[in-house]
């Protein structure tokens, strides 16, 4: 049996209007002894983020799911609020490997575009591909 943890950080503004990211928050729900769902916009809806909470929750799952729809070609202000407060220097990143705490855990995206998938082409209505917007995202995760 599988006793990997995995923490599904959901992030939305306004998740009851969502029709994407709201029906996966209904399925993650079934599988409540699966996962840890954590809503960020339910957490800190003042958006004051309390950083050593975070980290602890981070350090007790081996995977980490950051879910949120596209929100001007990046995350929703919240989220990237927290990847520059959480994910600190000696902590998530260092020279040092006891500084890189998050080495080993298997970090995924589930993100909702809400637009066609043709769009997201070298051709298409926004000139890059759905990879090549989130690049940034990658490089965070790789750091």
């Known amino acids: 049996m599988n006793t990997a943890k995995t923490l599904v950080i959901v992030t939305h503004p306004d998740i009851h209007m969502s029709l994407i990211n709201k029906r996966w928050l209904e399925e993650l729900q079934k599988h409540q002894e699966l996962v840890t769902i954590h ?25 980490i799911i950051l879910q949120f729809p596209l929100y001007w070609f990046s995350t929703p202000p919240l989220l990237k609020k927290w990847l520059d407060e959480v994910l600190l220097q000696g902590f998530a990143y260092g020279r ?14 589930a993100i909702s575009a809400g637009i066609k998938e043709v769009d997201y082409d070298k051709n298409g209505r926004y000139l890059f591909t759905m990879e090549e917007l989130l690049r940034p995202l990658q490089l965070t995760i790789d750091y």
């Not at 040092?96 to 995206?109: N, S, V």
Request: charged share 30%; aromatic share 2%.
């Open 96 to 109: 040092h490997a006891t500084e890189r705490k998050l080495a080993g855990k298997r970090i995924g995206l």
């Open 39 to 63: 809503q960020l916009h339910a957490h800190y809806p003042d958006h004051v983020i309390d950083v050593e909470a975070e980290q602890k929750l981070l350090l007790e799952h081996d995977n």
